[in-house]
């Protein structure tokens, strides 16, 4: 079954810089877009970055243009989400996404905190 598995996640002062990993198993993982999404409690899930397949083309949400990167490997089945210069605003819940024939799968998330 289709799997995606968030990592790297936690804690880090304004200014400082984390790497997300997204595992996914369980499809052809190089033929699909993938997308990450953030969510803070209580509002909506906001989109934040989108992949496409071959990894040459690459969208950002403006609020994280500049400052984040996507990134995929798909020899490893892996996309990445290098994020810089990081805010308190940043401070969310980040999930992986793929849509597999139109329907949406999601990870179970990974909690970025950004405070001093």
């Known amino acids: 079954q289709v799997q995606l598995v968030e990592s790297g996640g936690g804690l880090v002062q304004p200014g400082g810089s984390l790497r997300l990993s997204c595992a996914a198993s369980?499809?052809?993982?190089?033929?699909?877009?993938m997308s990450w999404y953030r969510q803070v409690p209580g509002k909506e899930r906001e989109w934040v970055a989108s992949?496409?397949?071959?990894?040459?083309?690459?969208t950002y949400a403006d609020s994280v243009k500049g400052r984040f990167t996507i990134s995929r490997d798909n020899a490893k089945n892996t996309v990445l989400l290098q994020m810089n210069s990081l805010k308190p605003e940043d401070t969310a819940a980040y999930y992986c996404?793929?849509?597999?024939?139109?329907?949406?799968?999601w990870g179970q998330g990974t909690q970025v905190t950004v405070s001093s």
């Open positions: 996404h793929a849509r597999l024939r139109g329907s949406p799968y």
């Open positions: 369980g499809f052809t993982f190089s033929i699909y877009p």
């Open positions: 992949i496409l397949s071959g990894g040459g083309t690459t």
